[in-house]
């Protein structure tokens, strides 16, 4: 095989990458932690200093502002009043003269000739069965 020959492979050269020692290594990944650490620590820090004024300071302030509120509500607010009922309610409006209001598709076909609603509902039951009477029952 041509590829294995030792006259190709020793022509090619291979540069050596530099490699860091052990040291180096250990120092770049103690820095790297050391970083962290302190950027952990301030947000850490942050936090407790927040949560403390917040505790200490601004809360109480929220509630002694609410409660001088709902006291001054209570001393200076208006008095509630029970609710009187309304003299004229709301009546349905009438249409005026001439107009006979909304009239539907299906009351003008049910109209007769007399302007009563006839066809909607049979006088009699025997109009509800048709002309031939009552329907004969099936035999099984």
């Known amino acids: 095989m041509i590829w294995r020959r030792p006259s190709l492979t020793a022509a090619v050269a291979h540069a050596p990458a530099p490699v860091p020692d052990g040291e180096a290594t250990r120092r770049a990944a103690l820095q790297a932690s050391w970083r ?33 509120a709902l006291a001054w509500r209570w001393l200076y607010g208006p008095a509630i009043e029970p609710v009187q009922p309304v003299a004229n309610p709301v009546q349905r409006p009438v249409p005026a003269s001439g107009e006979t209001g909304v009239s539907l598709r299906i009351d003008s076909q049910l109209q007769g000739p007399t302007g009563a609603i006839s066809a909607a509902v049979p006088s009699t039951p025997l109009e509800t069965l048709g002309p031939n009477g009552p329907p004969t029952p099936l035999k099984p």
């Open 36 to 68: 962290r650490g302190r950027s952990v620590a301030r947000r850490r820090l942050a936090w407790r200093w927040t949560l403390w004024f917040v505790l200490r300071g601004l809360l109480p302030a929220l509630l002694l502002a609410g409660a001088a």
